[in-house]
């Protein structure tokens, strides 16, 4: 029943009468910051239940962690491959570089936790990762990926430097898939940095979202549309060509190392290039 009513709060703004959900670049819909929208007062329980809580202890490995304010809904999102940083506008909130520890040795270390609201369990339209390439500034393709089939329900924790993808094709016509998630991490530096990039994203990209609701009709119909000609382009691309503009913020990090001591600075080089 918690996730059904999820579905359904998710469903109703995303396809609801106005679609309210944010249209993206690359297709689909999101809902950011939504715990901030009485919408989803039905959903504020999430971010402390003690289930999840118990998960995220053990992937910290009993270490100090935060909420690091991050949340959004998806409403069939179209993500190409890439490895979750701040990007645009909002990454000069990100003054160290990911792959490497700062001054007092302490290390990027936030999770990203997905709570799926259907079944892939006969599909790929979940999310594809490459494990273990969360140690690495670039995709190692050459390593391939694994595709997650996660049923209606289930919670997804990982490393939000894991080269990972969604599903690339847009329908228009399907029973809508849907997510919701969240993220915390480790109580240092590097979450604080991305916890201030991510609530200006967040209320720039929820401001746009308020004033851009849409009538069911010709406007909605044309969206899916645009969506659908999308989703079979990018389909039809090579998923590397994709990678190198949505992961072209990465190159920035290079040489941004916040250790000061030599020691650590060498500790910092172990990222791949």
Known sequence: EEVQSMRR????????????????????????????LPE????KWLPEDPRLHGLLKAAFNGTGYRFASHNDVGCDFVGV?????????VRKYQECDVWSPDSVGEKHEIYKVMFYLQDHIHDEQAMKV???????????????????????????IFDQRLSHAGNTYYDAFGQGRLFMQVGYGRDNRF??????????????????????????????TLADLKFLALGAALTALPPQVLNFFADADIKTHVGRSCAETP??????????L
């Open 130 to 156: 490459i494990p273990g390439s969360h140690v690495l500034r670039r995709t190692p393709w050459e390593d391939g990926y694994v595709a997650l089939h996660p049923r209606m329900g289930d919670t997804v």
């Open 191 to 220: 979450t604080d940095e991305f916890e201030r990039g991510t609530i200006e994203r967040q209320k720039a990209l929820q401001a746009r979202m308020l004033k851009s609701s849409t009538p069911k009709g010709l406007g909605t």
């Open 40 to 43: 989803f007062v039905g959903a």
């Open 9 to 36: 709060l998710a469903a109703d703004y995303c396809y609801g009468e106005p679609r309210r959900a944010l249209p993206l670049q690359y297709g689909g819909y999101s809902v950011p910051g939504f715990l901030e």
């Open 81 to 89: 491959w890439h490895k979750d940083i701040l990007r645009g506008n």
């Open 263 to 272: 020691a650590a600075a060498a500790g910092g080089r172990g990222a791949e």
